[in-house]
């Protein structure tokens, strides 16, 4: 790796003689030390050309995430980093510039506008800057926290990348607009959780779950519906372990997977291979929806942990799965064909705990609704002392993974678990939720719930696009605030809801007549949609309707299957109290501060050995 | 000033030798420069011996406070600081402590036990420690904000000077618990604007109003009342500038001064000097509000601008002056005789302009309440842009002081511009505001408001100590929220404040009774407050209030006096439309933080000249 590095004036006057050699020239920098080895486990296309590809590694300790870059055809630069939902204003960038004389590698951030500004303090740390026969490769650094105003924060959960490909030399860094220029994002959970391997059974099996040759629409989204069976007599099994087969080629244009199990009351699903809107699909798909399997880009593979494994097969469970497979292709590539799918690793050997997954967050009802012109509205849905109590066994459940669920105005989830009245420790945060972007994740620590113990599942919106309210259902357009908690042992509890009591809510209706000059509709035969749509939101409904959320009591789903409640009274109950919560994450401000570079790393250039 | 400057080893053993003389042994030590000259112009006492004496200077271009700390009877070190309320816990402090080997200068700061720690990030820079006859004098400089997240951000308005002493020395600054300490606090205007002194008119005569001879009652509050009078036929002045007259000794008794004119309607006033609040003090000078001039602690002259000055005297204005002086006498010190007032400048050439005093914020009434146990509950009052458009000058007025005013749960005030629905401009804000401390407060940048502006004036209050709601009113324990304005030229408006429309607030206990199981008396019968009385305050009827007060139209008062009325329609009113509100202030942090030392400055001890 290492190279001869001559000074940063030798360099300039390199580039002033031949700013085109910028884009096969060998470049190399280096200015601290790279982790050990195999550094990057993790892997992501930026683009859908497949330009740039991201490496990357994190590092708990020092609350580092180590980043290689790699750009195939490079021009005269490249912009990298990181933005609150993808947008390219208000972004936290590393950029690679040259301005014929010289190249620069610095920490900048865009404004508002998505003008480019050098950042006073440069936190992306350059560790070498290296030709291969691939591309240019850059390796550099970040702490998740800098305490600059200016910086993204990297924290669990989604992150989105940004990039953007410079094509001229610039004067300077501010010259850049990023309106101008290529760009696009990447959703990526970029704090994995380092958990170690749990071993396989012996006697491990596995079983491809793909849809064969399928010949990929020509449009930006498809999801493709793809029906697989299992041996006839296939007996009871416990899956340890999922990956994703990807076929090469396509790494860029397969978004998301699922594998669901269909509903067992059926003797037979069609077979079926083709996009899940299609009239031609079988109406029976529609009952094949307890996930056994998801992934999503940038996902590795999925591990039960050694103690536990996910049910399939034998009795009373279907012999059919669904396969769905998302193709993202923003290029509209044609003709690209595709036999994608996951693999299942599975064992007889049954492992001492069935695995479960649990449903929480709010029930699929009207009720629950979110004002238009909102851009960040919370809805919460609770699991109850009362419900845990009577479900949950005494020694408790353990939560391992969890994916998180909305519709398409849903920007943030989060589960908190809370004892005695105490927020004790998030199940799961995520504060960058994409609708587009969901995974099952591995918790980077189990958390265990108790019998009495709450969950509560607080899910923001933004209806800034949105006219009328958005209330709660299965629909596209209405919302959904869920997170499915895998877990064991399993227990009969699938689902453990909430939604405000239906007659605080007429209250609700009543009261905005009263205070309103204009007319909402409350008259018994109109539907809580209808009703919805006739209030005028202006900030006392707005703010009233969140204070009703707050405080009216709550209509409980105890349930053990989607029909089946436990016993007890589940209305009009009391909303759990919390007499304190937990604090939102505070980063910690990197100490090493005074040895970062204050301006941007004028890059060392040299023949290498790459 | 130069002294010479042993090594710190030598100053430690020295120390170790005789511990005790640490209280009159000559300190020094030199790490900067002070500033040029005169360079003190403000002063205040700390504790109420008069063993702490502050003096400070304020460079705005450096953004820095200079201090000067006279400690008159050392014994092992004194902390001195500032925190949100005054209290000793949360608080932002520098440390002069010893441990018999050394003695040491440190940032430092309390955590919410009162536990001292030393500061990661020193920003308190100690410039010379000196003796002097009257005791040690420390001088030291702390930029306004630091962006060091233990640190107190120095803003304009009130801050609240902390002290404690320390008897004893100490293994380790970490040994210090503030709670076993001598402390106090301080209220004082650190940021005084630096405005040049308007020259004064060739003929300027002076009048002093003070109670002569005042025996200082042995109690901690006393609120002295005098009657003094203007000299028959004493014809219309301008008062041009006032200042205080402080009995020598008695600087940490007086608290604060006002002198009121009584209302012309009264051919004569009973003279008086006693207690305001003494059985024997006649009902009339309860007529006597009309402010001349309010003087407090730390406070120098009070000057008009060049242009303006305050009428008084002549036909149609009463003779009578009322003199209120607020002793403040912790240490219930008694036999001190006092004859402190106000010393006013005028001049019988009447200047261009007469200046005036406007009220801004809520009108004194019920329906404008707090609920208990609130502890940042804001009111806000308005006045409106069509109460400015009727009643302002078209070229408009120039607002060059302010006194915020509340009763006793006020925590901040705030008063804003507003011009075609944006606020542009804080008039006046004080983010610690004390009701104990109501200043008349230069402004740094003379204000100009035009016909069609709107003035929106917020309160936050804290009633955590409050079982019952708290309303507006006249009485002690009721509250207000007023901004009294000081401009030029006088204008007819007096009064420009508002309260929530009546009905509306009837609408919110009809709301409150259907929501609630517990009755809540809407009877006619039933006043405004015994209705605040009877609300059960869950989180529903406090959000709802607050929206309510954010939403429903207002009663304007736009009046000439207290009882005229502009002519025009001030009932139900909507509330101004406010697009774009300004931000918060955010604090520059200072770019020389680097030159800053890490850890507690060793002082350099020799033989002074002091």
Not at 102 to 131: C, E, I, M, N, P
Request: hydrophobic letters at 35%; proline letters at 8%; a negative charge.
């Amino acid at each position: 790796m290492k190279v001869p590095s001559p000074s940063a004036r030798e360099a300039a006057s390199m580039y002033g003689t031949a700013v085109a050699v910028f884009l096969v020239i060998v470049v190399a920098a280096l200015q601290g030390s790279a982790p050990a080895e195999s550094p990057f486990p993790f892997h992501i296309p930026l683009d859908p050309e497949g330009t740039l590809e991201l490496s990357w590694n994190v590092s708990y300790a020092e609350e580092t995430v180590y980043f290689q870059l790699l750009v195939r055809e490079l021009k005269a630069g490249v912009l990298f980093g990181m933005s609150d939902r993808g947008e390219l204003e208000n972004a936290d960038l590393v950029v690679l510039w040259t301005d014929r004389d010289g190249a620069y590698f610095g920490d900048a951030w865009s404004d508002q506008k998505g003008q480019v500004h050098l950042d006073s303090q440069q936190d992306y740390q350059l560790l070498r800057a290296q030709r291969t026969p691939e591309g240019l490769c850059l390796l550099f650094k970040r702490p998740f926290g800098t305490c600059d105003p200016n910086d993204y924060l990297i924290e669990d959960g989604t992150v989105h990348l940004v990039y953007g490909l410079l094509e001229e030399p610039l004067q300077s860094l501010e010259a850049i607009n990023t309106s101008g220029l290529r760009t696009g994002l990447q959703r990526v959970q970029l704090l994995k959780p380092s958990i170690p391997q749990p071993a396989l059974p012996a006697d491990t099996r596995t079983m491809e779950i793909r849809a064969p040759d399928v010949l990929i629409p020509g449009q930006q989204t498809t999801y493709w519906c793809y029906i697989a069976e299992l041996p006839d007599g296939f007996p009871r099994h416990h899956i340890v372990m999922y990956e994703p087969i990807v076929t090469e080629g396509n790494e860029a244009l397969v978004h998301h997977m699922e594998v669901f199990q269909c509903a067992a009351e059926f003797e037979s699903v069609p077979h079926f291979s083709g996009p899940c809107d299609s009239k031609m699909k079988p109406q029976r798909l529609n009952y094949c929806r307890h996930v056994l399997a998801a992934w999503a880009l940038g996902a590795k593979a999925f591990y039960y942990p050694e103690e536990a494994g996910l049910a399939f097969g034998g009795p009373g469970s279907s012999r059919f799965l669904r396969l769905e497979v998302h193709y993202h292709n923003p290029l509209v590539i044609r003709g690209r064909r595709d036999s994608s799918g996951i693999r299942l690793y599975y064992t007889a050997t049954l492992r001492r705990f069935d695995a479960g997954i649990m449903e929480l967050g709010l029930v699929y009802t009207p009720v629950m609704a979110i004002p238009p012109q909102e851009t960040a509205f919370v809805l919460t849905g609770y699991c109850t002392d009362k419900c845990t109590q009577l479900a949950l066994p005494p020694s408790g459940i353990h939560v391992f993974a969890s994916q998180l669920h909305t519709h398409l105005t849903g920007r943030k989830v989060v589960t908190v678990l809370a004892r005695d009245g105490r927020e004790t420790e998030v199940v799961n945060r995520d504060s960058h939720y994409s609708p587009h972007f969901q995974e099952i994740r591995m918790l980077r620590k189990v958390v265990s719930v108790h019998p009495g113990d709450v969950l509560i599942t607080s899910c923001t919106y933004n209806t800034e696009d949105r006219r009328l309210a958005t209330v709660g259902g299965f629909g596209i357009l209405e919302e959904m605030c869920v997170n499915y908690m895998h877990y064991y042992p399993q227990t009969q509890l699938e689902l453990c809801k909430s939604a405000v009591d239906p007659g605080f809510l007429q209250k609700y209706f009543h009261l905005v007549n009263r205070f309103n000059s204009e007319e909402v509709c409350t008259c018994p035969q109109a539907s809580v949609p209808e009703q919805f749509a006739s209030v005028p939101w202006n900030s006392f409904n707005r703010e009233v309707l969140k204070a009703l959320y707050g405080f009216a009591p709550i209509s409980m789903h105890c349930n053990k299957s989607s029909a089946v409640r436990f016993q007890g009274e589940w209305n009009q109950q009391p909303l759990p109290e919390i007499v304190s919560r937990l604090e939102e994450p505070t980063p910690h401000c990197p100490a090493s501060r005074a040895q970062s570079p204050t301006g941007p790393t004028v890059l060392s250039i040299g023949e290498g050995k790459g």
